[in-house]
């Protein structure tokens, strides 16, 4: 069974915040929450991962509420480059074994 | 650094034909993956290595046999392929220590028919 659900596809203008929720309800306490990223055909990429606290690095930012049951990513200023499919995934796995599921399609326009 | 690299890029083979794709990484990761993909699909783990000479199944191992010989390189083999093989298969590497292994690099990917 999926531990997250997320939209299939959303929209957003070029220069604007993208906001990508995720749904973790399940979330036991020692999972973590991370975000991956797939450009066309190309291999996922890392953005960020967080546990309670909200967290940011240069590329996002990682909002987890306070029960910890969804998150948001946002990129800050979306640029046509972060068109790409966004996988929310969490786990707890010490050998990091990742369960990607459909994600959310992204797509940025002028 | 070149990172992860996959050989080959692009494979047909025939239903029973065998092969053997390649992933090296060279940022000296203990931790190394095989995912495959399929078309409009999230990518699921086949097997999985820790360490140099181990070797662990996935969600997906079935029909497939790896190896880790070199710390640096991780088999993948296809012993008699089938048409339900047909995939994208991306190879991925991450350093261990708490949290670390779920920051992984991911190769570019090697696209995989049988017919």
Redesign the interface.
């Known amino acids: 069974d999926a531990k997250t659900t997320q939209p299939p596809s959303m929209d957003c203008a070029e220069g604007r915040a993208a906001n990508l929720p995720c749904n973790h309800s399940t979330i036991s306490g020692n999972e ?1 929450v ?1 975000w991956y990223r797939q450009i066309h ?6 953005i960020i ?1 967080g546990l309670k606290n909200n967290e940011t690095n240069e590329m996002a930012s990682l909002i987890i509420t306070e029960d910890r049951k969804s998150s948001t990513l946002i990129l800050p200023h979306a640029t046509l480059r972060d068109t790409a499919v966004y ?1 929310c995934i969490v ?1 707890d796995d ?10 959310t399609q992204v797509v940025v326009t002028p | 650094n070149a990172g992860v690299t996959q050989t080959p890029k692009f494979r047909v083979l025939k239903t029973g034909q065998s092969m053997t794709l390649l992933c090296a990484q060279d940022m000296n990761h203990e931790y190394m993956y095989w995912y495959r993909q399929d078309p409009g699909m999230g990518l699921r783990l086949i097997h999985y290595s820790v360490g140099e000479g181990t070797t662990a199944k996935g969600e997906v191992p079935d029909g497939y046999n790896v190896s880790r010989l070199k710390k640096q390189n991780f088999l993948l083999g296809l012993e008699s392929a089938a048409p339900s093989q047909t995939s994208v298969y991306f190879c991925a590497s991450s350093s261990p220590g708490l949290l670390r292994n779920y920051e992984q690099y991911f190769g570019p990917g090697t696209r995989l028919t049988v017919t």
């Open positions: 973590y991370y055909s190309q291999g996922p990429q890392y991962h996988y786990g010490s050998w990091g074994k990742l369960q990607f599921g459909a994600g």
